[in-house]
């Protein structure tokens, strides 16, 4: 692969940004300064900007925590997307949500352009689980956390069709006015509309975990980061 293609596939630099990078010295290969920005680089030679070694994978995965206001989309005319909180030369790359949460809701969203793993994870029929700490206005009894563990059936309205919810889990905090509920679908506003089902109403709503991945509690509301190879390796279980 020539070397621009290599820096531009690994989301560092354009192609335009590679030749200037060159010209500079920036770009060292196996520890020679790089003649041409167009020379073909081999598998398994060190290339490295700024001395910091680029890798280039096929597909890239990103854990991003996502803050309050801003839209599960790779585009919106009006609202601040997921993507606009990624560096320039990440945008590059055909990134977009694997999944959506709601504009309101917090938490762990999967960036990537692996359309297979994406087409796979959220196929209903892998069961990958979702947890979401939630907050309600009414303490949940234990009559409506067997409703809602045993599947509600959800009205239509004029986002969706009538669905009653496949059984899940709910662990309640003490007071019930708060807990963590575990998810293995995810249709539009499905916890909010399961609460309204059980006659409460979510008052706060954080994805915490995605396919048995936990969001990094050292990512603040819009930090993100790369997911480890060990990360890695779960989430291509959970696609199998
Ligand atoms: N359920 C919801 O109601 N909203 C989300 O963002 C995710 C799950």
Known sequence: MRLDKYMSAAGVLSRKECAAAVKR?????GGLPAAKADIQVQPG???TLDG???VYREFTYIMMHKPQGVVSATDDPGERTVLDLLP?????LNLFPCGRLDKNTTGFVLLTSDGVLSHRVLAPKRHAEKVYRFKVKFPLSDQDIETLENGVVLSADSYAEEWKTAPCRVYPDADGLGGEIVLTEGKYHQIKRMMEAVHNQITALARVSFCGIPLDPALKPGEWRYLTD???AVLKKCAE
């Open 52 to 54: 910091i070694p680029v």
């Open 25 to 29: 010295g920036r770009i060292l290969i």
């Open 88 to 92: 320039e030369q990440l945008r590059r």
């Open 230 to 232: 060990e990360e890695e």
């Open 45 to 47: 030679q060190v290339i």
